[in-house]
């Protein structure tokens, strides 16, 4: 059962626009949803979150948004740049006495010259 | 601070040979976790641990054993090599809000 899904493997989006990447989740009880980068051979970093009470946060170039009655979130990036091109994970953590970190699947994002 | 640590960054193992997957954070946080991404997939958590001498399961537990000894430590250990646990391995960290990872462990098991 895949409590956090990112339903569109690929994205592919010309330099200067906007990339939107999507993530559902199952699970009503997360506390707080996050966004990370990933590169080849690397581990994942860390970008942006949202606790469940808020439903836009933003730092510089991104910005997430949370629709809790959709349980849907999303990550915006603008202006889209070529060092953005990665693979993006969201998560969900758990309700604090569980702790758990669960991860969607993955969106490949390609930023073009 | 060195942040999350892995050893190795590399392994080949045998079927049926066992090994432990290292890994130490220094930032003193109480949450760690053990994940495997394969091949175009996402991060699957095996293992995680909410503070010393606690662990509990993840998503894909078998085949895998934790301990939490110590708030530094949070070693995985593969008892019967299978093919199937082919991946690579990336442990993590957590105080509060996000999660720090290692740089990860490729595992092949031929």
């Known amino acids: 059962d895949q409590q956090v899904k990112q339903n569109s493997p690929s994205l592919s989006v010309q330099e200067g626009r906007i990339s939107i990447l999507n993530c559902d989740y199952t699970?009503?009880?997360?506390?707080?949803f996050l966004w990370y980068k990933k590169y080849p051979a690397e581990g994942p970093t860390f970008l942006i979150s949202i606790s469940s009470i808020k439903d836009k946060n933003e730092d510089g170039r991104f910005t997430v948004f949370l629709n809790k009655s959709a349980k849907h979130l999303s990550l915006h990036i603008v202006p889209s740049q070529p060092g953005d091109s990665a693979v993006y994970f969201c998560a969900a953590v758990g309700s604090s006495n569980t702790g758990k970190l669960i991860f969607g699947q993955g969106t490949t994002l390609q930023v073009k010259p | 601070n060195a942040g999350v640590t892995q050893t190795p960054k590399f392994r080949i193992l045998k079927i049926g040979q066992s090994m432990t997957l290292q890994c130490a954070q220094d930032m003193n946080h109480n949450y760690m976790y053990w994940y495997r991404q394969d091949p175009g997939m996402g991060l699957k958590l095996i293992y995680y641990?909410?503070?010393?001498?606690?662990?509990d399961k993840g998503e894909v537990p078998n085949g895998y054993n934790v301990s939490r000894s110590t708030t530094e430590d949070f070693p995985l250990r593969l008892e019967l090599a299978a093919p199937s646990q082919t991946s690579v391995y990336f442990c993590a960290s957590r105080a509060d809000t996000e999660a720090f990872f290692g740089q990860g462990t490729r595992l092949t098991v031929v």
């Open positions: 699970n009503s009880m997360f506390d707080y």
């Open positions: 641990s909410v503070g010393a001498g606690i662990t």
